[in-house]
């Protein structure tokens, strides 16, 4: 497996990954709008959510489609490109891709929280969870209000869905469930501080 890994061809892959990940999809589309930078109002977060803070729907829409789309591309460039990867080759492609987001080389290394992302990245290993997790996120903001609690629900729920419908609506793979696990674990240390303000009262509703 590692040596596979260690290949030249896959240790560029999954670089290419990363700086597919790295694509700031919320600046672009502030630019292209003529909006304010994301990073300058609100949360400061590069994200659909904090897009929303504009007043503008279709730009947050677009920047989640944006962010969405570069974890299912780029994880689609891998199975291309490979033909038939190994998932081992997948799972470090995937984080790659997540890490880009999270820690874009474009930006210096200050990006989103990776939610949007995740989905993206789902939608190639698992379409059914894909759309279970997305419509968990938005029912739990339309219901709480709040864009990261509804993440943090994902990130815990996420994992459980994959091993509860595993033999119903999917064949689980323990390198998938992994790699799931280890991307939720790392969406809930990106949203810790948003954790503390929750338990606070003082985390701001979507409004």
Same mark, same amino acid.
């Given at each position: 497996?590692?040596? =596979?890994?260690?290949?030249?061809?896959?240790?560029?892959?999954?670089?290419?990954?990363?700086?597919?990940?790295?694509? $700031?999809?919320? %600046? /672009?589309?502030?630019?292209?709008?003529?909006? =304010?930078?994301?990073?300058?109002?609100?949360?400061?977060? $590069? +994200?659909?959510?904090?897009?929303?803070?504009?007043?503008?729907?279709?730009?947050? %829409?677009?920047?989640?489609?944006?962010?969405?789309?570069?974890?299912? &591309?780029?994880?689609?460039?891998?199975?291309?490109?490979?033909?038939?990867?190994?998932?081992?080759?997948?799972?470090?492609?995937?984080?790659?891709?997540?890490?880009?987001? &999270?820690?874009? @080389?474009? !930006?210096?290394?200050?990006?989103?929280?990776? *939610?949007?992302?995740?989905? +993206?990245?789902?939608?190639?290993?698992?379409?059914? /969870?894909?759309?279970?997790?997305?419509? #968990?996120?938005? !029912? !739990?903001?339309? *219901?709480?209000?709040?864009?990261?609690?509804?993440?943090?629900?994902?990130?815990?729920? #996420? $994992?459980?869905?994959? *091993?509860?419908?595993?033999?119903?609506?999917?064949?689980? =793979?323990? $390198?998938?469930?992994?790699?799931?696990?280890? @991307?939720? #674990?790392?969406?809930?240390?990106?949203?810790?501080?948003?954790?503390?303000?929750?338990?606070?009262?003082? =985390?701001?509703?979507?409004?």
């Amino acid at each position: 497996m590692y040596t =596979e890994i260690l290949n030249k061809n896959y240790l560029l892959l999954i670089l290419i990954s990363y700086l597919i990940g790295s694509i $700031p999809s919320a %600046i /672009l589309i502030s630019k292209i709008m003529h909006l =304010e930078d994301p990073r300058t109002f609100g949360s400061k977060n $590069p +994200g659909a959510t904090n897009m929303l803070r504009t007043g503008n729907k279709i730009a947050a %829409i677009a920047t989640l489609i944006g962010d969405i789309s570069k974890g299912y &591309i780029g994880l689609k460039i891998v199975q291309l490109y490979c033909y038939n990867p190994s998932t081992e080759i997948i799972c470090f492609s995937a984080i790659a891709i997540l890490l880009g987001h &999270i820690y874009p @080389i474009f !930006t210096k290394f200050i990006g989103g929280k990776g *939610v949007a992302t995740f989905f +993206g990245i789902l939608m190639n290993i698992e379409p059914t /969870l894909a759309f279970i997790s997305f419509a #968990t996120w938005l !029912t !739990t903001i339309k *219901v709480f209000k709040y864009s990261s609690l509804s993440s943090i629900i994902v990130s815990l729920l #996420t $994992p459980i869905y994959y *091993v509860i419908f595993d033999k119903i609506l999917w064949k689980a =793979e323990k $390198p998938f469930l992994i790699l799931i696990i280890t @991307i939720c #674990t790392i969406l809930l240390y990106r949203h810790q501080n948003n954790i503390a303000r929750l338990l606070q009262n003082k =985390e701001n509703k979507i409004k």
